[in-house]
């Protein structure tokens, strides 16, 4: 089965992940921007790793048939330092109108801090202000849910964010149904160690079922699976759903969400 990735760092994978997703039957990855691996001195650091997203990772994909698209932001790990923050978000309109490039994100909380939160939101109003899509990070294990609370309150007080614009992103199963009451898309992260395992995120679709829901790897740099999504497939073909409601998960609704962003110059396979 064809699958899109929506969520997968690949600038932290080597080629032979490409190879492997690829014969998985990966055709697409989004790739968000998010943190190096430690924490980047100087806006210019930004600016060279935007080229990398935009440009070469772009091309890497492409040897082995899977296209490439991307996000920009300065993400929750790097924004408690905010004039640090600022100078990356004035880089980001010299990247924008680039192919591929769906939106902002992942922007988010990662300690829940009013920094983040500060930057959170004028990265949100930039988005909004030019009607991008918006990909979302929310905060990791006993901060979730307070942090996924503070940022659909965020995002409600912006009377500019469209919600049927915006992916909140590692929902699991106690923050699931605040991304999906609130018209929001959401997606899981199977990761083997954090975050959903397949079986759980399986469980997760039997609760909620599949409309406006989606599955990625978020592979990085940390312990990650860039070939969790077949896995979830195998699962759910274990559970006896059908073709139709796997492809669902795994390819028409990134398709559907992604295919809003005016630069999502995607080809179907035939």
């Known amino acids: 089965m064809n699958y899109i990735d929506p969520h997968i760092h690949m600038v932290s994978r080597i080629t032979d992940d490409y190879e492997r997703m690829a014969r998985s039957g990966c055709v697409a990855v ?10 980047r001195g100087c806006a210019e650091a930004f600016h060279d790793y935007f080229r990398q997203l935009t440009e070469y990772e ?8 899977i296209q490439h698209f991307c996000w920009l932001c300065i993400n929750a790990k790097e924004a408690e330092n905010v004039s640090l923050s600022r100078e990356v978000i004035s880089l980001i309109p010299e990247f924008l109108d680039r192919p591929g490039v769906l939106g902002i994100g992942e922007i988010g909380l990662n300690k829940n801090t009013p ?8 990265q949100v109003d930039f988005a909004a202000s030019r009607d991008e899509l918006i990909l979302i990070h929310t905060p990791h294990l006993e901060d979730k849910y307070m942090g996924t609370r503070m940022i659909i309150d965020m995002l409600m007080g912006n009377r500019q964010v469209k919600p049927e614009r915006v992916l909140i992103d590692h929902v699991e199963e106690h923050t699931v149904r605040l991304a999906l009451d609130g018209g929001y898309w959401c997606g899981m992260t199977l990761y083997p160690t ?17 409309d406006h829901i989606m599955v990625n790897s978020a592979g990085d740099w940390g312990i990650s699976d860039p070939t969790a ?8 073909r ?28 995607f080809t179907p396979r035939s």
């Open 194 to 210: 954090t975050k959903c395992t397949p079986a759980r995120a399986a469980d997760v679709i039997e609760m909620v079922g599949t």
């Open 58 to 65: 772009r091309a890497r994909a492409a040897q082995f048939g």
């Open 115 to 122: 920094n983040e939160s500060t930057i959170f939101g004028e």
């Open 30 to 39: 989004s790739e968000p921007a998010f943190w190096a691996g430690f924490d």
């Open 238 to 265: 274990s559970r006896g759903h059908s073709e139709a409601t796997i492809r669902k998960v795994v390819y028409d609704n990134p398709l559907a969400f992604f295919s809003t962003s005016k630069r999502f110059d």
């Open 229 to 236: 999504v077949p896995k979830f497939i195998i699962e759910m």
